[in-house]
């Protein structure tokens, strides 16, 4: 007896946590708040399959329960055989004939849904009227690239609302993982082929996100696979086009900040190589070996994961290993003193299209 109420209260324990950490999501994060058409479809299959597993649970228990209370042992009839149901040929075309119907019941909506989110080829048409983004996956960061405006940002994708985005998605390295999970599933990004796919991003959602939504790596990659985190701006199609217009006209502006000025010096002797500090590159892809900067004072995060300040930046310039563990960027640059920091800080903070 003790013992069955040990285990009572031990379920009763971890359905009281499930039911309240189902309440944790954000609208930035939560695949289970849609903000987009595609998130909307997965969502309604989720809902779908969960309704048809929970009615299967509540039959299959009901008369679980009406089998034991109508057929439990009397006194006076431990000899009573029940009526024997084996080789009727009507329950056994019932519980055959029910699975299939339930199955047809998910699988029509799910290859309907199959069909319609594989559908590309507004992508690839010569002349082409939608947005479409370049997605490079890299150990442990992430280029955006958009081939028909020629610029290309790192870490901080940016996109329009209310009309369907599409993706190529590559990996320069390992296998990796693109997803937004409130936006749509996840797709692989593979070092030896291309995919495709579209997201949509719903304005109201948006902003009631703060048009911010959380993007992650969903594929183990290596040490810092948790950390390979990018963000996404979703904006009015006006704005987004403010945007690109910005991108598109950046230049690096001269400063008369002598720190400034000395933080260039530092940046063109130790990171010119990998970084580019305009968001127009013309670099092959496999010559860009490190994020893009060209608007790096304007992004949400520094290298995906910290508050964007000044603080932040020195930790991660001074010792980018301790805050990523196998990243590529560490022990490609002499150590920098403290100066030389405050300097390299300054002036990457001037980096900005806005």
Request: charged share 25%.
């Amino acid at each position: 007896m003790k013992k069955w109420l040990r285990n009572w209260r031990l379920v009763s324990l971890v359905s009281a946590m499930a039911l309240l950490l189902a309440g944790c999501g954000k609208p930035f994060l939560s695949t289970l708040q849609p903000a987009g058409e595609v998130a909307d479809m997965q969502y309604n299959l989720m809902l779908l399959s969960t309704a048809i597993m929970v009615i299967v649970i509540a039959v299959v228990t009901i008369i679980f329960l009406y089998v034991v209370t109508r057929f439990r042992r009397r006194k006076g009839e431990e000899n009573k055989i029940p009526k024997q149901v084996e080789g009727s040929h009507t329950l056994e075309i019932i519980w055959t004939v029910i699975p299939i119907i339930l199955l047809i019941i998910l699988a029509v909506p799910t290859v309907l849904y199959t069909f319609e989110l594989a559908d590309v080829k507004p992508m690839n048409k010569k002349e082409r009227d939608v947005v479409v983004v370049n997605v490079r996956a890299n150990l442990y960061w992430w280029e955006f690239e958009y081939p028909d405006y020629g610029i290309i940002t790192s870490q901080d994708l940016v996109v329009p609302t209310d009309e369907r985005v599409y993706f190529n998605l590559k990996a320069s390295d390992v296998k990796h993982s693109f997803w937004i999970p409130a936006v749509g599933g996840k797709m692989d990004t593979n070092t030896d082929n291309t995919n495709q796919f579209f997201l949509t991003f719903d304005e109201k959602r948006a902003e009631e996100a703060g048009r911010l939504f959380y993007g992650k790596c969903a594929e183990l990659c290596g040490p810092s696979h948790a950390l390979m985190d990018f963000k996404v701006k979703a904006l009015p199609r006006a704005e987004f086009d403010q945007w690109v217009e910005k991108m598109k006209n950046a230049k690096p502006v001269a400063s008369t900040d002598p720190v400034v000025q000395r933080g260039e010096e530092i940046f063109n002797k130790s990171c010119i190589g990998c970084h580019a500090v305009t968001p127009i590159d013309g670099r092959p892809e496999q010559a860009r070996l490190a994020p893009n900067l060209g608007n790096f004072a304007d992004r949400s995060r520094i290298a995906g994961i910290l508050e964007h300040n000044e603080e932040n930046l020195k930790a991660w310039l001074k010792d980018p290993e301790k805050i990523k563990p196998g990243n590529k960027m560490t022990d490609t640059y002499p150590a920098l003193s403290d100066e030389e920091l405050e300097a390299l800080t300054k002036y990457l903070m001037t980096l900005s299209v806005e």
